[in-house]
């Protein structure tokens, strides 16, 4: 929000008329409308608040506004009621000077809303603590329950107080509030019996009928009803935006926060209802036996009830209500009290706040508008008074010339109505007061005698004849010329109100109900006090309690707040010229602002004028260093404003026209702009600057690091290198060290060896005579000797199987060990074979043996030998023992035969083949006869001296006789077997056994020759064709050949 610091800042409008330019009615009221359209609802008149009512809520009344006009000077801020709540309470309590508030206005320009936002803003701002708050609670909760009893809804204002205020708030020395006393003046009584059309009785009645519990009505004895009371008007019974029920509660806790115990405020809310039920009892007239007319009660039921309520006795009331005493005694008037006079003595600071009700000016005017006028009339009067006196005292408080002041004095008006001889009251009273008939128009008839000559009072009867022709003046009127402007009053009722009275009967049997509250309003009631002088007149009544405010207010500070309705609509934003004109006119406005300008129209203290111009002048710009006031004679002089237009005073500088203060104005503000240029132009250096330093100032500090930064970088390479040329370097001489060792340690070496081999050298000179001759012999031992070792233990696990059969053997590992190797492998084949043959039985190895003599006889030497291997040498093919066939043969045979088979005789002369049966025994071999087993021959075998077969697979073998023996003479045999290889190998076998004899010699060969007789004959083996079979065939080819030609071995 915009805080504005001076009065003169940012105006809308003019903020205080006094400085209105050019000043007359028509400029005033635009400037009020300029602001009041703005929401500028304030507006001064030097110190006088004038207050629009806004009919709305404007967010001109919080907590912070109250903090903002906290402690500030007066024109310091914009116009507000709380500059003037602080200028009153501060002088109040810093200055000791009693103060009052007087707020002005017709009904519903806002009077009780500003003074209860004064009294909330003294709340607000004045001490606090337990005690304090307590009294701020109870001050403020007062206006409740005075509103609910006071006020009504009127067609003017929907909340308007039918009643004038008066409240004296009390502080302590500290400004601290004590509490309050407020005096009420003129309750407009006739209200509770009857109200005008579209009006409402007060509050109270509303609120205690919608808001009371059930439980309270029943107890009040009342209905939730408002049809059921004459005296509530049904029409308007309900106002918009009132929450009646919600405003009695509201009434009631603020009853028991101002110290109402719960059975007075019980008691009051009887009354209340007593009042109701008053509202309903009727009468009727009816003759007396005397012959008086007389009223009587028509329904006593209600009657009944309210006495019930008072504890009044029935019939006490009942005769009250119809019949009255009269006593011609001597009446007294008695005077109470008033307020000032009932108030404690102790001096204690005081803050009056007075909400009264202003000038008022209807169609008809009665009593209570002349009343009112009058009061209004008094206050405008003690304001000219109170302002003219403040405003002379300020002159001469500053040593200024008092120049006199024209302006207006009502106190001829408050004269023609209060004068004690002839004033309007004082003949009304005369005239309450004289015997005989008395009415309005006797009344109006004295006015137009005695004040007929007064220039403010006006009346068509008067003598003075200018009102003769007056139509706008009826004849039952009087018109008076008020400061405020003319008002036409009816006569009609101003004697009965100004009486007032209330008949002793009636109080007396008031005065009798049980109900102490009931009692104590009517102390007139007391028989024991019975007053038989008349009471006071209303009117004499007001106009002395308006002669004490009077006198209260003069002793005191004044403050003025004067409120202004905009229109008759009860609505916002409305502004009706006409009618704000009129309240300017009557509330005496313009009066005000002129005699406030009668002087000087602005004045300031030196040191505020001083700070506020200060930049019109270059001495006393930026700072003045002497004595406020010299700075502003400088200041002036320096801006030549005419020495006529102002004057100084002892603490203020005084200017006479406003439009020297807006010059100055004008031209502070055109300074203020080059000043704000000046403001911006050093701001914006000082801040660019100011940047300018902080990035300076983080280039520095972004350099530091960074070159730390690039230092710490180059730092740790170079460590790094550094620690690489170390290592090298530490390498290299580790390295050099290390040759050098090494050098030292060959050395060393070196020197061992040379001594080794020097002793050597030397032991094997001393010692070569020991050991030269057999050493390398010995060495040469030793080694073979392992080598062998060696070799032996490696054949011992490489040795080949046990099978005589098997031909491995494994290679020999040194050449020197040829020899040794293969004779070794004979000598391990031959231990096998020898292993393998002691396996043998005697049979076995016998056949075995031959098989051996017949490989070593034939092998590789006959091609029929290797067909033999296979076959075992039975011997005997022919059974010859157990064959009876050759039984004869067998006994001719004395040794056991080795051999019997049958074999086939060559016939020498063609060489075909004869079947014979062969037999060997140890000695001899004999040729038989197949089929007889006759002996053809037997030859022994010493005479056998060879045997003669081929090479090839043939069975033919030649036996060869010795020359010249027996045997011999019929030449050798040749003869062929199926089993040669046997035959021939037991034939040789049997000759090698027998010792006596030679071997027998075996001839194998292709051609040999054969004694046939006394020929030779070859037998010459040839290799056949197939064509002769499987079998060799023998032929003979001539004498000396024979030819045996073998098939061709597969
Ligand atoms: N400052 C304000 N802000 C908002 N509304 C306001 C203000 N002042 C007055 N009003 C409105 O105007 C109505 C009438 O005001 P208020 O009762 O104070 O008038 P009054 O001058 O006391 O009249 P009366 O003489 O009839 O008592 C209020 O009920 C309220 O609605
Ligand atoms: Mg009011």
């Not at 059975?263 to 007239?285: C, H, M, R, T, Y």
């Not at 070496?749 to 050991?771: D, L, N, S």
């Amino acid at each position: 929000m915009e805080v504005k610091t001076s009065l003169l800042d940012n105006m809308i409008g003019v903020g205080d008329m006094v400085l209105l330019e050019p000043l007359n009615e028509n400029s005033f009221i635009e400037n009020l409308r300029k602001r009041f359209d703005h929401n500028e609802i304030y507006t001064y008149i030097g110190s006088v608040v004038i207050s629009m009512n806004p009919y709305r809520s404007l967010p001109i009344f919080t907590p912070e506004k109250v903090e903002e006009y906290r402690n500030r000077n007066f024109y310091e801020l914009s116009p507000h009621i709380y500059a003037l709540a602080d200028e009153a309470y501060r002088s109040l309590r810093d200055q000791d000077k009693d103060q009052c508030i007087l707020i002005t206005g017709e009904s519903g320009a806002g009077k009780t809303e500003a003074s209860k936002l004064v009294m909330s803003y003294v709340a607000a701002v004045c001490g606090k603590g337990q005690e304090v708050n307590k009294v701020k609670e109870q001050l403020l909760q007062s206006n409740p329950v005075l509103e609910a009893f006071g006020n009504a809804k009127t067609v003017r204002n929907d909340n308007s107080s039918r009643f004038g205020k008066y409240m004296d708030i009390e502080f302590d020395f500290k400004g601290d509030p004590l509490g309050g006393v407020i005096s009420n003046y003129l309750l407009e009584k006739s209200r509770v019996c009857k109200q005008p059309r579209g009006e409402r009785n007060f509050h109270i009645f509303y609120q205690l009928l919608s808001g009371a519990s059930n439980d309270t009505l029943t107890k009040l004895k009342l209905d939730r009803d408002f049809s059921k009371y004459n005296y509530l008007s049904l029409d308007s019974a309900t106002v918009n935006g009132l929450d009646d029920a919600a405003s009695f509660r509201t009434v009631w806790n603020a009853m028991q926060i101002v110290g109402f115990m719960e059975d007075e405020v019980q008691s009051v809310l009887e009354l209340v209802a007593a009042v109701l039920k008053l509202g309903n009892i009727e009468f009727k007239p009816e003759s007396r036996v005397n012959g008086f007319d007389e009223s009587r009660v028509k329904d006593k039921n209600d009657l009944k009830e309210m006495c019930e309520l008072l504890g009044i006795e029935q019939s006490v009331l009942e005769r009250a209500f119809s019949y009255r005493t009269v006593e011609a005694k001597m009446e007294k008037v008695s005077t109470t009290l008033n307020v000032a006079q009932a108030q404690a003595k102790t001096r204690h600071k005081v803050m009056g706040v007075l909400d009264i009700y202003g000038f008022e000016i209807f169609e008809d005017n009665s009593f209570e508008q002349f009343i009112i006028n009058y009061c209004n009339e008094k206050l405008q009067q003690i304001f000219i008074e109170l302002t003219l006196r403040e405003e002379q005292e300020e002159y001469i408080r500053e040593g200024i010339e008092w120049t006199n002041i024209e302006y207006f004095n009502n106190a001829i008006i408050c004269d023609l109505i209060e004068n004690n001889q002839n004033g309007i009251l004082a003949m009304l009273d005369e005239e309450c007061l004289r015997p005989g008939t008395v009415t309005d128009d006797t009344f109006l008839d004295k006015l137009n005698t005695i004040c007929a000559e007064h220039q403010h009072f006006e009346s068509r009867l008067s003598k003075n004849s200018k009102f003769l022709t007056d139509h706008s003046l009826p004849h039952s009127c009087f018109r008076i010329q008020h400061y405020a402007g003319k008002v036409l009053y009816r006569v009609e009722g101003f004697v009965d109100k100004n009486n007032d009275l209330l008949y002793r009967d009636l109080s007396q049997a008031m005065y009798k109900a049980t109900h102490s509250l009931m009692k104590q309003l009517f102390p007139e009631g007391n028989p024991a006090k019975v007053n038989l002088k008349r009471p006071p007149t209303a009117g004499f009544q007001f106009k002395a309690s308006v002669g004490g405010l009077m006198r209260n207010l003069q002793t005191k500070n004044p403050n003025y707040i004067r409120c202004i309705k905009p229109n008759d609509k009860k609505a916002a934003h409305i502004f009706t010229e006409s009618l704000v004109c009129h309240q300017v006119r009557y509330l005496g406005l313009m009066e005000n602002v002129r005699v406030r300008r009668a002087g000087y129209a602005f004045r300031q203290s030196y040191e505020s004028s001083l700070e506020r111009y200060k930049m019109l002048c270059k001495q006393t710009w930026p700072h003045w260093r002497g004595a406020a006031r010299d700075g502003v004679e400088v200041l002036l002089t320096d801006c030549s404003v005419p020495a006529e237009e102002f004057a100084y005073g002892r603490s203020k500088i005084f200017i006479r026209n406003p439009r020297t203060l807006f010059t100055l104005e004008e031209r502070r503000r055109a300074c203020l702009e080059d000043l704000a240029t000046l403001i911006q132009k050093i701001y914006r250096g000082w801040r660019c600057r100011t940047q300018f330093l902080l990035l300076k100032k983080s280039q520095v500090v972004v350099a530091a690091w960074y070159r730390r930064y690039a230092q710490q970088k180059k730092y740790q390479k170079i460590k790094s290198a550094t620690l690489v040329m170390q290592s090298f370097i530490r390498g290299w001489k580790a390295r050099k060290i290390l040759r050098q060792l090494k050098y030292e340690k060959r050395c060393k070496e070196a020197v061992t060896t040379i001594a080794a081999y020097w002793h050597g050298t030397q032991v094997r000179r001393e010692y070569r005579k020991f050991f030269r001759a057999n050493a390398g012999k010995k060495i040469y031992n030793f080694t073979i000797q392992r080598i062998m070792q060696k070799y032996f233990l490696g054949l011992k696990t490489t040795m080949p199987s046990m099978s005589p059969i098997d031909n491995t053997w494994p290679a020999r590992p040194y050449m020197f060990l040829e020899g040794a190797h293969s004779e070794l492998r004979r000598i391990f084949h031959f231990w096998r074979c020898k292993k393998y043959q002691g396996q043998f039985t005697e049979e076995k190895k016998a056949v075995y043996e031959e098989k051996l003599e017949a490989s070593e006889i034939f092998k590789d030497k006959k091609a029929l030998y290797p067909s033999s291997v296979s076959q075992p040498f039975k011997g005997d093919y022919l059974e010859i023992q157990k064959n009876p066939k050759y039984q004869k043969l067998n006994s001719a045979v004395e040794d056991k035969v080795l051999l019997a088979d049958v074999v086939n005789k060559i016939n020498r002369a063609n060489g075909k083949g004869a079947p014979r049966l062969f037999l060997l025994t140890k000695n001899n071999f004999v040729l038989a006869d197949q089929k007889t087993g006759q002996v053809k021959a037997s030859v022994p075998l010493p005479d056998l001296t060879s045997v003669s077969v081929s090479t090839q697979s043939d069975g033919f073998f030649a036996l060869k006789l010795k020359e010249g023996s027996a045997s011999a003479a019929k030449g050798d045999f040749l003869l062929s077997s199926e089993h040669l290889i046997e035959l021939i190998t037991k034939l040789h076998r049997t000759g090698a056994t027998a010792a006596d004899r030679d071997q027998i010699n075996i001839d194998i060969s292709d051609e040999f020759l054969v004694q046939f007789n006394q020929d030779k004959v070859c037998v010459k083996f040839i290799q056949g064709g197939p064509k002769n079979g499987n079998s060799a065939a023998c032929k003979r080819k001539n004498n000396r050949l024979l030819e045996v030609s073998v098939p061709s071995s597969p």
